[in-house]
């Protein structure tokens, strides 16, 4: 599974992988593991013991220093956290991030038994990341054929104003109702991609500009 998937397929959801205490921090990181990475999952009874007792084969520790900054597919962990000090903290970072803060995808954090998005800065018992040794299934977003997953608005620029059906071009508007937004399961060429700072993809197509992904959830499909 694309990482990208990974995230947008169980942001707002909870992980659940072992029945046990409700949806932990570890939960997530097995599923991580299991969804993304391909391997047998191996957890621990408390976060920051994965630290210690993580997989040689499949991550490789690094240690927080004050120039680092994660990359995407880390496992940020935690030997103390503000709201649970005793046990630590594991989280999937995004790569979004500077040597001030970074963003990763946490469960449990602040007591919220859910996966969101969260900014942490480098304090309160980080220690570092678990880095995969070998590449994430990253999806990159090329030229060519898209699917639309859901209806979709078409606009005139990147989060820019919504076009109506008749500013559509004829094979937009066969495929569109009657507000002017891509039906589901509608197939668009992208002349361009766009990657947007807020960590949103776009496409423009021959209509106008359709969101391809932004941090909550995956919009379009590339088909070829």
């Known amino acids: 599974m694309y990482i990208e998937e990974f995230f947008s397929k169980y942001n707002g959801k909870a992980i659940d992988t072992d029945g046990a205490y409700g949806a932990q921090c570890m939960d997530l990181y097995n599923k991580y593991q299991q969804d ?25 520790r690094i240690t927080n220093t004050p120039e680092f900054v994660p990359r995407i597919g880390d496992v940020a962990v935690w030997l103390g956290a503000p709201n649970n000090s005793n046990l630590g903290h ?16 946490d469960q449990n954090w602040d007591n919220k038994q859910f996966c969101r998005y969260v900014t942490h800065n480098y304090y309160g018992g980080f220690a570092g990341v678990l880095r995969p040794k070998k590449d994430i299934n990253v999806k990159e977003y090329t030229l060519g054929l898209y699917r639309t997953l859901y209806v979709m608005k078409v606009r005139d620029g990147v989060w820019g104003r919504v076009k109506s059906k008749e500013e559509l071009t004829p094979d937009g508007k066969a495929n569109s109702n009657d507000s002017g937004n891509y039906l589901a ?32 959830q995956v919009y379009c499909e590339k088909i070829s």
């Open 36 to 60: 993304v990475l391909g391997v047998n999952p191996r957890g621990a009874a408390y976060a920051k013991l994965v630290w210690d007792t993580y997989d040689k084969n499949v991550f490789e």
């Open 90 to 105: 594991i989280s999937i970072c995004t790569g979004k991030g500077d040597v001030n803060t970074f963003e990763s995808f």
């Open 185 to 216: 399961n509608t197939n668009f060429t992208a002349l361009e991609i766009i990657k947007n700072n807020d960590g949103s993809v776009w496409a423009r197509g021959y209509s106008g500009y359709i969101c391809i992904k932004d941090n909550n």
